[in-house]
């Protein structure tokens, strides 16, 4: 029996699956829950390192403080680390097959996503990571920015061939 591929271009995947989180197969309940408890930790982090602070964002924005820039760095660099480490050790996924990370072109409209994407993240100081750790700490005025993203990826999946892509 041949071993599937995993890669990280959705096109690739499947070819009936146009996003690669759009998966066919039914999650376990105890998948589900290592989903939820890994969330959970996340949020926590999130939390403790005051990354879902709007004043920390404020700072960040504003370049009073490095804070934000350091995390946001070593997150940049552990991915970096990560992303070499499977290529060269040639590592397979939980399931036995083999990662394959292809190249990606540039395109035209992605510094437009990314200023309207720090822009809305100026303005609302969150990021759809925080979003969820924002609003489980309490902070529910957050769900107006949750519902606005869920919003803007609509639109953005309804009217994607009228953009620079």
Request: proline share 5%.
């Amino acid at each position: 029996m041949a071993k599937k591929t995993i890669t990280l271009a959705a096109q690739e995947m499947d070819p009936n699956c146009v996003a690669p989180n759009s998966s066919r197969k039914k999650e376990s309940l105890g998948t589900l829950l290592t989903y939820l408890v890994l969330g959970t930790l996340f949020g926590i982090i999130f939390v403790k390192a005051e990354i879902i602070s709007w004043f920390r964002i404020q700072e960040m924005f504003r370049l009073q403080s490095f804070h934000m820039y350091g995390v946001i760095g070593s997150a940049v660099l552990t991915g970096m680390i990560s992303i070499q480490v499977i290529k060269r050790l040639k590592l397979k996924s939980f399931q036995g097959d083999p990662i394959i990370i292809p190249t990606k072109p540039f395109r035209k409209g992605q510094p437009i996503g990314g200023f309207i994407f720090g822009l809305g993240w100026a303005i609302t100081g969150a990021c759809p990571g925080p979003l969820f750790a924002q609003i489980g700490s309490g902070y529910t005025v957050v769900l107006v920015t949750l519902i606005s993203a869920l919003a803007g990826t609509w639109v953005y999946g309804r009217f994607e061939k009228y953009f620079p892509n």
